[in-house]
C-alpha cells in the first residue's frame, strides 16, 4: 500500500502527544504502586512497559492503513472476536480459574478487550447509512442489538460485568450520536426500567443480596465497605501536594485492594494529591473532547462514529474508574486506560488511540 | 473498496456541542469529588492513613452439628485456641520469643521460621505460630498474659468427631476449598481457606451445614491490639442434621468386623432409613487440609480406607443373586416350586464341567431346598431354562444396574449383563454358558452392597423399594425443623406376593432350617431369613478343592456376602454384610449381620450355634 505524503503532515501530533504523556505518568505510577506486589518474572512496570510498546506498535500500524479497508472487514473482525469470546468461555471451562484468558505460547490476552473495538466498528459499519430526517426508528435496530447482546451475553458469562456496562454505555452513546428517535430512545429506556421490578422477581435471595451491597456497599463492612474506605483515606490523605513519589503508605502496606488495577487511580490520588489527580484527569479531558473533536470533523459516517465510539469508551472507562475509586459509583471492575496495569487492556486502548489518529490524519483527504 | 457514505454529517456536527458540555459536567462532578477529598477532608483522612491500623477479622460461623436418630451428637465444634504473635511487640523484649516457646514446647527457631515465613505481611499483623494448643499450654499462657508483649490467643470453631472413626465414610470429612468449589459455590462466596465438605454428608449437606461466617473491622492501636470494633457481622452457625443411623448399632457393627474389611448396611425396609453404615477400613475423620504425605498414604492404601465400599464398592453378588433366579424362574413359569432338578455334584455344560459347592451333590431337590442350600446345580439348570434376559429384568425390577439415588456421593450403578448389553459393550452375542455363571451371581454382574441390601429389604416388604435415606431433618438451631426426608417409594418389583411368598420360606429356611446354610445367623427367639454368597475374586482352578482357600494368598480370596432381615413376620431390619476376601459368606459374613440384628432387636447375644458335625455344610461355595 502506497502512504500519501499528506498523512505525514496531517499526522495529529496533540493526540500522540496527550497518550504518551499519560502512558509515561502510567508506568511512573504502576513502578511506585506495585512495588511491593511479588509477581513472577519480570516486576509489573517492566511488563508493562512491554505492553506498551506493543501497544505503541499496533497504535501506528492501525493509523496508517486506509480505513476503508475496516469499514469492509467490520463484521468479519467482529465475528472473530466472537468466536475467541466463546472459545474463552469453552477453555475456561476446562482449566477453570481464568476464563476471561486465553493463552497463546507465553503470553495471555483477554478477547473481551478487543471485543470492545470490534464491537465499535461494527456500529459504525451498520450506521454509515443515515437514517431519514427523523433519526432511526427502533424498527431498524435489531441488528445493532444483536450486535451488543451477543458479546454482553458471553462476557457476562465469564463474568465480567465491567466490560459488560462499557459495551452499553458505549452503544446508547453512539445511538444518540447517530440520531436515534427520541421516541425510541424513550421506548427503549422504559422497556428495560420496566423489566429490572420483573428479573429482579427472578432473583434468589443471596443474589438480590449481592446487588444491593453492590450499590451500598456500607452493607458489607467486611468487603466492598472496606475496599472503598481504604480507597478514600488513600487520596484523601494525599492532601494538596500529595506524599511524594515511593511515599504513599497506603499502596506500599497493602491496603488498597487491586492497587495495581481497578483503584490505581487512589496510588496516584496519594502520592501526587489534589495537584497530580487533577493533571491526570485534565488529561484525559483533553484526550477526550480532542477525540470528539477528530469524530466531528470526520470526512465521512463511518470514520465519524469509529472515532465517536473510541472517545465514548475512553470516556466511560475513566468517568466510572475514577467515579468507584473516589466513592461515587458502586464497585465494578473497569480499569483506568493508559494507567492500571494489564497488557490486553492497554493494547486495545492503544489501537483505539491508533483509530482516532487514522481518522484524524485523513480528515484532508479523499 | 466500497465509497464511504458522507451523507447527513451536519447531524454529527449539531450534537457536538452537547456532548462537550456533557463531558464537562461529568468531570466537574469528579473534580467536586477530588477538592472534598484531598482538601476539605484531607488532613482527617491522612490522620486515619498514618494511623491506618484498621484490620479485618473474620469470625467463622459454627458448622451444623451431625446428631444420630436418638439425637446424640456425632461431629460437633470445639473452640480451637490458635496462638498468634505480633512480632514487631515481641522483638522488643527478646525473652518473650524463648519464653513462648517453652511454653507451647516448641524450639526459638520454628518461632522464627514461622515469621520468617510471614515476611511479606504488613506491619503489626499478627503471625499464627501455633494451632490448636491444649489446655495445659492455655492455662500456662493465660497465666503468663502479662509478661507477653505481643501474643494473641484466638478462638476458634473446630470440627471434631467424638467417636473416631466411627462411620466415618457416612460422615465424611472436610478439606480446604478449591479454586473450583470457591467460584462454584450457590450461596454466599467462601473465603480463601475455607473449610468445606469434601465427602459423605460433610459434603452432600454443606450448604445446610456450613452457616454464615460474620467478621469484624477493628481498629487496633499502635501495639496492635484491639482498641475497638467499627463494623461487625455477626456469624450465623448452620444448621443441625438428624442421621438415620443409631449409634449404638453402628458402634455394634464396627466391632463385630474386627480387623476385617468390607461393608455393612443396615436399614429399616419399611421406610428406608439407613441404621448403621460401615466400610472398613475406616479413616480418622478430619477437618482441615491434610498434608499431602498423609493424603498419598490413604489414597494409595491397598484396601482403600477412603472408598465408602457400601456405595462405591462394585462386586458379584454371588449365590445371594440365586434370589433373583428363584423369582424369575417362579415369575415366568418356567418352574413350580415343587419342579425337581438332579444335582451330581458337578454338571456338565458345553464342554466344561460347572461344580457345585458341594463336592458329592445334593441329589434331587426343589425351590426350598436349592435356595437353603444355595444348591448351584439346581441354579445352573433353573437359569439355563430361564434365560439371560429374563434373569436379567428381574434383576432390574429390584433394582441392580443402577444407582439407587441415595444422597451420598459417588454412588456406583453396578451392571446387570444381558445379551443386548454383551452385544453392545462386547460386540460379541451372549453364549449359553455364560448363564449359567450369571444365574448363581457371577460374571459380568456387579452390585454394591446397597443394592443387594435392595434386593433383600425388596423380598421383605412385598416388593416395594424404598429411597434409602441417611438424613431425617434437617434444624435450624432454634428446633425449627428446615427440610424433611419422609420414606419415600422409588419402584415396586412387579412379581407376585405369592412368588415373594415362595422365596421368604426359602430364605427363612437358609437361615432355620438343619443344613441352611445361614445357620450362623439364627437366633433363638426372632426368625431371621437370609442368604449367603460368595462372590470369586479370581476364577478358581477346576481342580480346587474348598480346604485350600486358606493357601491362597489372602488377595485372591473370595468375598464373603450374607443379606439378611429380621423378624420374619414383620421385617424391621434388613442387613448387607460384605467381608471382602472372608472366603465364605456363611463362616465370614452371616455372624456379623447376626450381632447387628440382636442388637437393633434388642435381643441377648448368644453363642454361636454349631449344628454338630456338619460345619462344612453351613459353608457355601460357589
Known amino acids: 500500500?502506497?502512504?500519501?505524503?499528506?498523512?505525514?503532515?496531517?499526522?495529529?501530533?496533540?493526540?500522540?502527544?496527550?497518550?504518551?504523556?499519560?502512558?509515561?505518568?502510567?508506568?511512573?505510577?504502576?513502578?511506585?504502586?506495585?512495588?511491593?506486589?511479588?509477581?513472577?518474572?519480570a516486576p509489573l512496570y517492566l511488563k508493562q512497559i512491554f505492553w506498551l510498546v506493543i501497544g505503541l506498535a499496533a497504535m501506528v500500524t492501525i493509523a496508517f492503513v486506509e480505513y476503508r479497508f475496516y469499514s469492509d472487514f467490520a463484521y468479519i473482525v467482529y465475528t472473530i472476536a466472537l468466536v475467541l469470546l466463546l472459545l474463552v468461555l469453552a477453555y475456561g471451562m476446562i482449566t477453570s480459574g481464568a476464563q476471561r484468558w486465553v493463552k497463546i505460547g507465553p503470553?495471555?490476552?483477554?478477547?473481551?478487550e478487543f471485543v470492545k473495538i470490534s464491537f465499535i466498528l461494527a456500529l459504525a459499519k451498520f450506521f454509515h447509512r443515515p437514517a431519514d430526517r427523523k433519526g432511526y426508528s427502533l424498527k431498524q435496530l435489531p441488528l445493532p442489538f444483536l450486535l451488543l447482546l451477543l458479546p454482553m451475553a458471553l462476557i457476562l458469562k465469564q463474568p465480567d460485568l465491567g466490560t459488560a456496562i462499557v459495551l452499553l454505555l458505549v452503544f446508547f452513546s453512539?445511538?444518540?450520536?447517530?440520531?436515534?428517535?427520541?421516541?425510541?430512545?424513550?421506548?427503549?429506556?422504559?422497556?428495560?426500567?420496566?423489566?429490572?421490578?420483573?428479573?429482579?422477581?427472578?432473583?434468589?435471595?443471596?443474589?438480590?443480596?449481592?446487588?444491593?451491597?453492590?450499590?451500598?456497599p456500607d452493607l458489607d463492612p467486611l468487603g466492598a465497605g472496606y475496599h472503598l474506605m481504604q480507597s478514600k483515606i488513600a487520596v484523601g490523605s494525599g492532601g494538596i501536594l500529595g506524599k511524594g513519589f515511593m511515599k504513599g503508605t497506603q499502596s506500599k502496606l497493602g491496603f488498597l485492594p487491586e492497587q495495581q488495577t481497578d483503584f490505581i487511580f487512589s496510588a496516584l490520588g496519594e502520592e501526587w494529591g489534589l495537584i497530580g489527580s487533577l493533571f491526570v484527569i485534565g488529561l484525559y479531558v483533553a484526550l477526550i473532547l480532542w477525540g470528539l473533536r477528530i469524530a466531528v470533523q470526520a470526512k465521512d459516517r463511518f470514520s465519524a462514529i469509529l472515532a465517536f465510539g473510541v472517545v465514548a469508551m475512553l470516556f466511560w472507562h475513566v468517568f466510572i474508574n475514577v467515579g468507584m475509586v473516589l466513592g461515587m459509583m458502586p464497585v465494578v471492575g473497569i480499569p483506568l486506560p493508559l494507567l492500571s496495569y494489564g497488557g490486553s487492556f492497554i493494547v486495545s486502548t492503544l489501537i483505539g488511540a491508533g483509530l482516532l489518529l487514522n481518522v484524524s490524519m485523513r480528515r484532508y483527504l479523499f | 473498496m466500497m465509497e464511504l457514505n458522507t451523507q447527513k454529517m451536519e447531524d454529527f456536527k449539531g450534537r457536538h456541542k452537547y456532548f462537550v458540555v456533557f463531558v464537562g459536567l461529568a468531570f466537574f462532578l469528579i473534580f467536586i469529588r477530588l477538592w472534598s477529598l484531598h482538601v476539605i477532608k484531607g488532613s482527617e483522612l491522612r490522620h486515619l492513613s498514618e494511623n491506618n491500623r484498621i484490620r479485618l477479622l473474620e469470625n467463622l460461623a459454627d458448622r451444623g452439628m451431625l446428631l444420630d436418630r436418638r439425637g446424640r451428637v456425632l461431629a460437633h465444634n470445639r473452640p480451637s485456641f490458635e496462638v498468634y504473635l505480633v512480632p514487631e511487640d515481641a522483638k522488643a523484649n527478646p525473652e518473650v520469643l524463648a519464653k513462648?516457646?517453652?511454653?507451647?514446647?516448641?524450639?526459638?527457631?520454628?518461632?522464627?521460621?514461622?515469621?520468617?515465613?510471614?515476611?511479606?505481611?504488613?506491619?503489626?499483623?499478627?503471625?499464627?505460630?501455633k494451632s490448636d494448643i491444649d489446655w495445659n499450654e492455655l492455662a500456662v499462657l493465660e497465666s503468663n498474659r502479662v509478661n507477653l508483649p505481643g501474643l494473641l490467643v484466638d478462638v476458634r470453631p473446630r470440627r471434631a468427631y467424638d467417636y473416631g472413626d466411627l462411620a466415618c465414610h457416612l460422615i465424611g470429612y472436610l478439606g480446604e476449598a478449591d479454586e473450583n468449589e470457591l467460584r462454584q459455590s450457590k450461596g454466599p462466596p467462601y473465603r480463601m481457606g475455607a473449610l468445606i465438605g469434601k465427602y459423605g454428608v460433610e459434603y452432600r449437606w454443606e450448604d445446610d451445614l456450613r452457616g454464615v461466617d460474620g467478621g469484624q473491622q477493628i481498629e487496633v492501636d499502635a501495639l496492635g491490639r484491639e482498641v475497638r470494633p467499627l463494623g461487625v457481622v455477626e456469624p450465623f452457625p448452620g444448621n443441625n442434621l438428624s442421621l438415620t443411623i443409631d449409634l449404638e448399632l453402628q458402634k455394634t457393627a464396627e466391632e463385630a468386623y474386627q480387623d476385617k474389611n468390607g461393608a455393612l448396611i443396615a436399614m429399616d425396609p419399611k421406610t428406608g432409613r439407613i441404621l448403621a453404615m460401615v466400610s472398613k477400613p475406616s479413616f480418622e475423620p478430619f477437618a482441615r487440609n491434610i498434608?499431602?504425605?498423609?493424603?498419598?498414604?490413604?489414597?494409595?492404601?491397598?484396601?482403600?480406607?477412603?472408598?465408602?465400599?457400601?456405595?462405591?464398592?462394585?462386586?458379584?453378588?454371588?449365590?445371594?443373586?440365586?434370589?433373583?433366579?428363584?423369582?424369575?424362574?417362579?415369575?415366568?413359569?418356567?418352574?413350580?416350586?415343587?419342579?425337581?432338578?438332579?444335582?451330581?455334584?458337578?454338571?456338565?455344560?458345553?464342554?466344561?464341567?460347572?461344580?457345585?459347592?458341594?463336592?458329592?451333590?445334593?441329589?434331587?431337590?426343589?425351590?426350598?431346598?436349592?435356595?437353603?442350600?444355595?444348591?448351584?446345580?439346581?441354579?445352573y439348570q433353573l437359569g439355563l431354562k430361564v434365560g439371560v434376559d429374563l434373569i436379567a429384568h428381574y434383576a432390574k425390577e429390584f433394582g441392580l444396574g443402577k444407582a439407587t439415588g441415595i444422597l451420598l456421593p459417588h454412588e456406583k450403578p453396578g451392571t446387570v449383563p444381558s445379551s443386548s448389553w454383551k452385544k453392545k459393550r462386547l460386540g460379541v452375542p451372549w453364549y449359553s454358558g455364560e448363564t449359567l455363571s450369571f444365574s448363581v451371581g457371577q460374571g459380568y454382574l456387579s452390585t454394591t452392597p446397597l443394592q443387594l441390601l435392595m434386593l433383600i429389604s425388596g423380598v421383605a416388604n412385598e416388593g416395594k423399594l424404598l429411597l434409602p435415606q441417611v438424613v431425617e431433618k434437617v434444624e435450624d438451631i432454634y428446633g425449627n425443623v428446615l427440610k424433611e426426608y419422609p420414606p419415600q417409594e422409588i419402584g415396586r418389583a412387579n412379581v407376585s406376593q405369592k412368588t415373594l411368598q415362595?422365596?421368604?420360606?426359602?430364605?427363612?429356611?437358609?437361615?432355620?432350617?438343619?443344613?441352611?446354610?445361614?445357620?450362623?445367623c439364627s437366633l433363638k427367639e426372632i426368625k431371621v431369613a437370609g442368604k449367603t454368597g460368595t462372590a470369586q475374586v479370581v476364577a478358581?482352578?477346576?481342580?480346587?478343592?474348598?480346604?485350600?482357600?486358606?493357601?491362597?494368598?489372602?488377595?485372591?480370596?473370595?468375598?464373603?456376602?450374607?443379606?439378611?432381615?429380621?423378624?420374619?413376620?414383620?421385617?424391621?431390619?434388613?442387613?448387607?454384610?460384605?467381608?471382602?476376601?472372608?472366603?465364605?459368606?456363611?463362616?465370614?459374613?452371616?455372624?456379623?449381620?447376626?450381632?447387628?440384628?440382636?442388637?437393633?432387636?434388642?435381643?441377648?447375644?448368644?453363642?454361636?450355634?454349631?449344628?454338630?458335625?456338619?460345619?462344612?455344610?453351613?459353608?457355601?461355595?460357589?
Open chain 1, 1 to 41: 500500500m502506497q502512504i500519501d505524503r499528506r498523512l505525514f503532515t496531517h499526522f495529529d501530533w496533540t493526540l500522540l502527544g496527550i497518550v504518551l504523556l499519560i502512558a509515561s505518568i502510567g508506568i511512573l505510577n504502576l513502578y511506585s504502586a506495585a512495588a511491593k506486589i511479588e509477581t513472577v518474572g
Open chain 1, 107 to 112: 503470553l495471555s490476552f483477554q478477547p473481551s
Open chain 1, 174 to 216: 453512539v445511538l444518540i450520536f447517530v440520531k436515534i428517535r427520541w421516541s425510541s430512545l424513550l421506548a427503549i429506556g422504559m422497556t428495560g426500567g420496566a423489566a429490572v421490578p420483573v428479573l429482579w422477581n427472578f432473583l434468589k435471595g443471596y443474589q438480590k443480596k449481592r446487588i444491593i451491597t453492590f450499590f451500598n
Open chain 2, 100 to 129: 513462648i516457646a517453652e511454653m507451647l514446647n516448641m524450639t526459638q527457631d520454628e518461632i522464627e521460621e514461622k515469621i520468617e515465613a510471614q515476611k511479606g505481611r504488613a506491619p503489626f499483623r499478627p503471625v499464627k505460630i
Open chain 2, 291 to 379: 498434608s499431602t504425605e498423609e493424603w498419598k498414604a490413604l489414597v494409595e492404601n491397598p484396601y482403600h480406607p477412603l472408598t465408602n465400599k457400601g456405595i462405591q464398592g462394585q462386586y458379584p453378588a454371588g449365590s445371594v443373586f440365586k434370589i433373583v433366579t428363584a423369582i424369575a424362574g417362579l415369575e415366568s413359569g418356567v418352574i413350580n416350586p415343587n419342579t425337581p432338578f438332579p444335582c451330581a455334584g458337578t454338571f456338565h455344560y458345553g464342554n466344561r464341567d460347572f461344580r457345585c459347592w458341594k463336592q458329592g451333590g445334593h441329589g434331587t431337590l426343589s425351590l426350598h431346598r436349592a435356595i437353603v442350600e444355595s444348591c448351584d446345580v439346581y441354579f
Open chain 2, 502 to 520: 415362595i422365596v421368604q420360606e426359602a430364605l427363612k429356611g437358609a437361615v432355620n432350617d438343619p443344613h441352611g446354610t445361614g445357620s450362623a
Open chain 2, 540 to 622: 478358581l482352578p477346576e481342580d480346587f478343592k474348598r480346604g485350600d482357600m486358606n493357601r491362597i494368598p489372602a488377595k485372591f480370596r473370595d468375598h464373603a456376602w450374607f443379606v439378611a432381615y429380621a423378624p420374619f413376620e414383620d421385617p424391621k431390619i434388613a442387613v448387607v454384610v460384605l467381608v471382602e476376601h472372608g472366603g465364605f459368606g456363611a463362616s465370614a459374613a452371616a455372624p456379623i449381620a447376626k450381632k447387628v440384628i440382636e442388637q437393633y432387636l434388642g435381643v441377648n447375644p448368644s453363642p454361636p450355634q454349631k449344628t454338630a458335625g456338619e460345619e462344612n455344610d453351613s459353608d457355601d461355595a460357589d
